[in-house]
């Protein structure tokens, strides 16, 4: 019985020297000190026993996890219901006012932001999704304000600063659900301007991805520069930079444009290509995102 306790403790002892050193990551260490433990956590300070002998520590532990998953209920149920109420009575307020609580309140949410960004990060993502509706909400203002608002070059303008501020704060914040949605709008407003600017619509189905080829190159060049300095949110740019190389298929199944034969077999023919790059670089890729997740 001693020696099974004694090659646990070495066991658990090499697996916290694994999570020290990041050769795996914590979410793995963790999983395997309480396999090998028997869903008793060890503890690295009392050499290999277990907590729950412990029983002070037991309940400490249990009353943070307690109050930080409190904390998380509360944000996640407590924020969208102010901000409704916000929304719902925003225009009762005269114009200054209006103006000066966007803009307190859009500095007070990414200051909350901020001051989460390394302790809960279901709080830091809620404050920065606060913050950036706020900025849409000041983007919509400004062009009801100005007369703006029927102006299609104003208010694609407008919303593009809008989403570009989305991607920065989503990056700044590390959240790639904010970069994501930023990005994805920077995409829908170049489709939307090759529509009506370039007249898209007269060109080839050929042609149409020379069009999509600045978005797609754009998207995988940011990529790899995010990706070289182990920026959190360069995935993302990546799935929409694959995304964009089917811009003339994603705008034919929107339009419900007929597709023949030749369109049906270049779809395949990427389809199959990507799919055989997963495939081949699979292991490449889990290693990368493994990293920029650390």
């Not at 019985?1 to 020297?17: G, V, W």
């Not at 990414?110 to 909400?137: E, T």
């Not at 600063?161 to 904010?178: D, Q």
């Amino acid at each position: 019985m001693n020696q099974n306790r004694a090659q646990q403790k070495i066991i658990l002892q090499e697996i916290q020297h694994w999570k020290q050193s990041k050769l795996l990551p914590a979410e793995y260490c963790d999983f395997l000190m309480n396999l090998y433990s028997e869903g008793d956590s060890m503890s690295p300070e009392g050499q290999g026993d277990p907590v729950g002998r412990k029983g002070g520590k037991n309940r400490s532990v249990d009353k943070k996890s307690g109050g930080k998953a409190g904390g998380r209920l509360l944000a996640i149920i407590g924020l969208p219901l102010l901000l409704l109420i916000f929304v719902f009575n925003f225009t009762m307020f005269p114009m200054p006012m209006q103006i000066g609580l966007l803009v307190l309140g859009t500095i007070f949410a990414y200051a909350m932001a901020f001051r989460k960004r390394s302790s809960d990060s279901i709080a830091r993502v809620a404050w920065l999704g606060v913050a950036n509706v706020l900025v849409a909400l000041g983007g919509y203002l400004y062009l009801e304000q100005t007369g703006h608002l029927a102006i299609r070059e104003q208010m694609l303008s407008v919303m593009a600063l809008v989403f570009l501020i989305w991607t920065l704060s989503g990056w700044i914040g590390r959240s790639r659900l904010i970069t994501g949605g930023g990005w994805a709008g920077l995409l829908l407003i170049c489709a939307t301007a090759l529509e009506t600017g370039s007249n898209i619509a007269a060109t080839s189905y050929g042609v149409q991805h020379l069009y999509w080829l600045l978005p797609a190159g754009l998207s995988f060049f940011v990529s790899f520069l995010f990706g070289r300095g182990g920026v959190y949110v360069a995935p993302v740019f990546l799935l929409f930079g694959l995304l964009a190389l089917f811009g003339p298929d994603i705008r034919n199944l929107v339009y419900q444009l007929p597709m023949d034969l030749f369109v049906q077999g270049i779809v395949f023919i990427k389809l199959a290509l990507l799919v055989s790059l997963l495939i081949v670089y699979r292991g490449s890729l889990r290693n990368w995102h493994e990293q920029l997740s650390l």
